[in-house]
């Protein structure tokens, strides 16, 4: 019996179905994203055939250099974005400002999008997993004129959808909007993203901690104790191992499919952490927090910190509920406010 899957753009106007009150503007937004994930993971999976490996001799905002493929996937989100009819304007990782899609249909969206075009990049010359992250927002400024940066710089936890897009094996999309978290794994017969995994939970537990081990002398104490309690607990037979891609898309979607906690703690070298708030930590958290895990910063949910910049950096630990819960224990002892 030929089973029904359904794509994207299906179950998007299925879930416009439901609501009959929601204008499809939203369901267009992910479909739109869905678009132009399809064109970047083409060229993400040729990237060692096509001339489009390396770096372009610029550096970003983040300091960071920026590949080629950075700006090519910055570039197609864009371009489905702006010729879109549900985005009034973008702000992205690899760009200092916001961008206003400043034209008399997109002036009249209900929405705005925050993204990291491709995350993990730096790995895509070695073929690990990169991604695309994403959050949307509805604006708070009035339609009718250009949206502002008060439009992006909002808490986590206004969201009105997330996702990310992780470029492995296969290309699977995930967003979650408050109603739950979906999959979306690539059929290359069809060209659509098709329905794999329905209503996604986050395990309670899990059996893996993601850290880099490599700065463990730049962690604070708490952070120390915590990493020993997982070492030790695997000779207690508790069995925690230690995965890191070094891709934060593929070190999240392990723990979302598996449990466990991923930790990127303040360093010395980078006392408010590395990782980016607005379109890294806040799109990750939504989905991890509806689908039942945790994302903190170690001293208050993620999704509540108030963004001053669009491209601030925050400590994140985030996974399986009663992990992420078992190192604020280590916090509370010692006291540490991050
Ligand atoms: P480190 C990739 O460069 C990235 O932004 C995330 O995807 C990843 O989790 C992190 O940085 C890795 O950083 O310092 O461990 O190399």
């Known amino acids: 019996m030929y089973k029904k899957v359904l794509t994207l753009d299906e179950f998007t106007i299925q879930q416009l179905r439901l609501f009959p009150h929601a204008t499809g503007e939203l369901s267009a937004l992910l479909r739109d994203i869905g678009l132009a994930a399809k064109r970047i993971y083409a060229e993400v999976s040729r ?10 001799g610029d550096t970003n905002i983040q300091g960071e250099e920026v590949q080629q493929l ?38 009249n969206s209900k929405y705005v999008v925050m993204f990291d075009p491709l995350d993990g990049s730096s790995n ?28 992006f710089l909002q808490p986590g936890y206004r969201q009105v959808a997330a996702g990310y897009v992780i470029y492995g094996p296969s290309a699977m999309l995930v967003y979650a909007t408050r109603r739950g978290v979906n999959g979306f794994t690539l ?11 329905p209503n996604m939970v986050c ?42 891609v070094g891709s934060m898309v593929a070190d999240v979607h392990r723990t979302l499919l598996k449990g466990g906690i991923f930790l990127y703690p303040a360093t010395a070298a980078k006392p408010k952490g590395k990782l980016r708030l607005m379109y890294e930590c806040n799109p990750l958290a939504f989905i991890l927090t509806v689908a039942g895990g945790k994302a903190t910063n170690g001293a208050a949910s993620i999704l509540h910190l108030l963004p ?31």
Do not use: W
């Open 47 to 56: 990237a060692g055939i096509a001339d489009i490996l390396g770096a372009t």
């Open 70 to 107: 950075d700006l090519f996937a910055n570039n197609q989100l864009i371009a489905v974005l702006r010729h879109g009819m549900s985005c009034a304007g973008i702000a992205s990782e690899e760009m200092e400002d916001m961008v206003a899609f400043d034209d008399a249909v997109n002036n």
């Open 124 to 151: 895509i010359d070695i073929n690990i997993p990169t991604g695309t992250i994403f959050g949307i927002y509805r604006r708070i400024s009035s339609p009718g004129a250009p949206c502002i940066l008060t439009d």
């Open 187 to 197: 059929d290359p017969a069809i060209g659509e993203f098709c329905l794999s995994h």
């Open 203 to 244: 395990p309670e537990n899990g059996s893996t901690y993601s850290i880099n081990q490599g700065y463990f002398f730049q962690y604070t104490s708490a952070v120390q104790q915590y990493l020993a309690f997982c070492q030790q607990g695997a000779k207690k037979s508790v069995g925690y191992s230690q995965r890191y």
């Open 308 to 338: 001053a910049s669009l491209h601030e950096v925050t400590p994140v630990y985030m996974g399986s509920a009663n992990m992420v819960s078992a190192l604020q224990g280590f916090f509370s002892a010692s006291g540490e406010i991050c």
